[in-house]
């Protein structure tokens, strides 16, 4: 008891006397030329038309998913979309569902919907990431128990064999299970699954995950591979419990999912667990520590942000006045800052081109194009402020000279307390 009291009183006061890690005044780097720039998306949010699924289950119960914004056929105009920002990525998934609606019965047009859309990507001089999982899988995989069916994992790799063979070529990269923490959170509260057959789809995503590193990289030996983790400040700790961890063997790269930190003066985070996301205040900062923590954990490999956005409620402007290009740029600034202080950050992906069914609504809008769906039968296409700042920072390699953040570093980050709680972090203008 005593003992434990005075370790207390010691963390509490070399937290407060800590020389903060980070806080030093180490101005931003530009960008390396061979950086990765890109933008993410994922099949069911925004292809429209999609056969059965789990979430064309789900979808019946909440806001209509209707055609969501109609990639399926818009993706020419939007790849090309993709390439005017000069990205040289682009990631989106390739859906179970599509390809292989009923067991064993392989759909040939929309495997040719996938090969022109890849065809496009390289056109475009974009190189694929491909999510082999976003969250959806068919209709009949679901009707016998999905991820509590060991079969799953025979039936998922067979699918990954496939697109990979087909869509593996050049350098392409991979993502197996897009959050696979989220995938798990939404089969319990929109799914149903019981908690207590959480550990059963926990083992076999890992199981899964393993398995398609190992034929990716047999196939394809030059391949890169990575789960994604999904960054939630808070529980942290929890997401990484449920897949993560038990992988990092398998991984050529640590795929990075960043929306929500937390500070002592910043707890919004919170209405990211209601679908509230227009209402979370962003915390930029929280990404530099984000990516320190894990690249302390597994130096060796390099870190790439897959998706990193902000939402508004609706395509309004946002209650605090953020807009998407200061929050771009004050994140992007934090990212050089990590690249300053030595961390192998290798790429970025704007979460998302345009905006799309976010889960069961369309309320929360995340793209760089905003489409609105529910009003405009056009679908079209409008750019917010953010398509000019993505396409600038991406040419000069860099946030502007002497750019200072507008959203000032808050007080005791959760990402990294040693470091934020003795004081703010500086943040001196990027060069
Ligand atoms: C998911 C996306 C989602 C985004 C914004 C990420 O967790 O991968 O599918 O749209 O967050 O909420």
């Known amino acids: 008891m005593v003992r434990t009291a005075v370790s207390l009183v010691v963390l509490f006061v070399s ?14 780097v530009r960008f390396p030329p061979g950086f990765l720039w890109g933008v993410a998306t994922s099949g069911f949010q925004s292809e429209g038309h ?9 979808a019946r119960k909440k806001e209509a998913y209707g055609d969501s914004i109609d990639f399926r056929h818009r993706y020419p105009q939007d790849l090309k ?49 491909i999510t082999l999982n976003h969250w959806v899988h068919p209709g009949w995989v679901h009707d016998r128990g999905a991820w509590q069916n060991e079969k799953t994992v025979q039936d998922w790799l067979r699918f990954v064999r496939f697109v990979v063979k087909r869509y593996g070529g050049g350098d392409t990269l991979w993502i197996t299970f897009n959050e696979a923490s989220q995938y798990i959170f939404h089969e319990v509260t929109d799914g149903k699954l019981p908690l207590s057959k959480v550990p059963v789809m926990s083992r076999h995503l890992i199981r899964a995950h393993r398995a398609a590193y190992d034929l990716i990289h047999r196939l394809r030996p030059g391949a890169m591979v990575s789960t994604n983790v999904a960054y939630g400040s808070p529980v942290n700790g929890l997401f990484d419990m ?9 991984l050529d790269f640590i795929g990075v999912d960043y929306y929500y930190g937390a500070n002592a003066e910043n707890l919004t985070a919170v209405n990211a667990a209601t679908g509230a996301f227009w209402n979370v205040e962003a915390q930029p900062e929280g990404l530099y520590y984000v990516l320190k923590k894990y690249q302390r954990r597994l130096p060796k490999l390099p870190l790439y942000i897959v998706e990193a956005g902000m939402a508004t409620d ?18 992007l600034y934090w990212v050089q800052r990590a690249l300053a202080d030595g961390v192998k950050v290798m790429g970025f992906n704007y979460w998302s081109l345009t905006d799309n069914y976010e ?10 194009y905003t489409v609105d769906v529910k009003k405009d039968r056009e679908l079209r296409r409008v750019p917010t402020d953010g398509v000019a700042t993505y396409r600038s920072v991406i040419a000069r390699r860099g946030v502007p000279a002497g750019y200072v953040p507008v959203k000032r570093p808050g007080w005791c980050s959760v990402e990294d307390p040693a470091a934020t709680c003795s004081g703010r972090v500086p943040t001196p203008p990027a060069p």
């Open 50 to 58: 999609f056969p059965d699924s789990n979430w064309t289950r789900y």
């Open 242 to 250: 449920a897949v993560f961890n038990e992988v990092t063997d398998k």
């Open 314 to 331: 609706n395509g309004k402007p946002r209650k605090d006045g953020y807009t998407r290009s200061q929050h771009l740029r004050d994140h």
């Open 15 to 28: 937290l407060l006397v800590a020389v903060p890690a980070n806080a030093t005044s180490t101005p931003p």
């Open 81 to 129: 979309r993709a390439a005017n920002l000069g990205v040289g990525v682009f990631r989106t998934s390739v859906e179970w569902a599509r390809i292989e609606p009923r067991k064993g019965r392989y759909d040939w047009r929309e495997i040719r919907y996938y090969d022109d859309l890849f065809r496009r990507v390289r056109a475009n001089g974009m190189r694929p990431m």
């Open 359 to 368: 889960w069961g609504s369309y309320r929360a809008r995340f793209g760089l």
